[in-house]
């Protein structure tokens, strides 16, 4: 079984640019979830969704992020304008459904973004 | 006060030791409890998950819960090199939509 793809794997772009990172999650996998984590601390959600809605967005700096999730597949995550505390792993992780109480979480391997 | 509190080392073994990871929380609604191994440049892994009190055991690992303290624990016995990664303690309040929230984590290295 394929695991969740991210893509690119790495960016650097100066502030103030845009930047977009994409994922493909598990095949059947109904809810996806996007997470910041900041070298050094531990992952935090920034969007949830289960197929194409989103659940939670409560942690998303709405004013520079935004994601979609076009046909509940593939999602993308937007920043626009980046700033230089935006340089973090952007992890994709998607679990089969949350209303089935799955807690298992497949993450992809991140997209590491620096902002100079 | 953070919600989850892990000390983020590092700690350096060597091989066959037993390994004791913790992690405290401050949120008594907290339920589900969950350990995460992440290598380098990887994304993380679910290694053990917990609901409520109790011990849960799977191979050479073992995960504690003592709801009455607000404190998990991890423990690896006869850890090995490939063992070497970071270790995230994660929790949620509930089912369904109830986000995870993340400790720091702690990075073990096993030395052979």
């Known amino acids: 079984e394929a695991g969740v793809a991210q893509s690119p794997r790495y960016k650097i772009i100066e502030k103030r640019q845009s930047v977009a990172f994409w994922c493909n999650p598990i095949s059947g996998h109904a809810t996806l979830y996007w997470y910041q984590q900041i070298l050094g601390q531990g992952p935090k959600l920034l969007i949830q969704f289960q197929n194409n809605g989103v659940v939670d967005d409560s942690q998303l700096p709405k004013d520079r992020f935004s994601a979609e999730r076009l046909k509940g597949v593939d999602s993308t995550l937007k920043i626009q304008p980046a700033k230089l505390e935006d340089s973090a792993v952007y992890l994709c992780?998607?679990?089969?459904?949350?209303?089935?109480?799955?807690?298992?979480?497949?993450f992809g391997p991140g997209t590491r973004l620096t902002v100079t | 006060q953070k919600e989850v509190e892990q000390d983020p080392g590092p700690l350096s073994v060597p091989e066959g030791a037993i390994v004791s990871l913790n992690c405290t929380y401050s949120?008594?609604?907290?339920?589900?409890f969950m350990w995460y191994r992440q290598y380098s440049r990887k994304g993380p892994e679910l290694l053990m998950y917990?609901?409520?009190?109790g011990n849960k055991e799977d191979g050479r690992f073992t995960a504690q819960v003592d709801k009455s303290s607000k404190y998990i624990s991890l423990f690896i016995r006869d850890s090995q090199p490939s063992d070497s990664a970071t270790y995230l303690c994660a929790m949620s309040a509930g089912s369904g939509n109830t986000p995870l929230v993340f400790g720091k984590g702690t990075r073990l290295s096993v030395i052979a």
């Open positions: 917990t609901y409520s009190s």
């Open positions: 949120n008594s609604a907290f339920q589900y």
């Open positions: 992780a998607s679990s089969l459904a949350f209303w089935a109480g799955s807690y298992e979480q497949y």
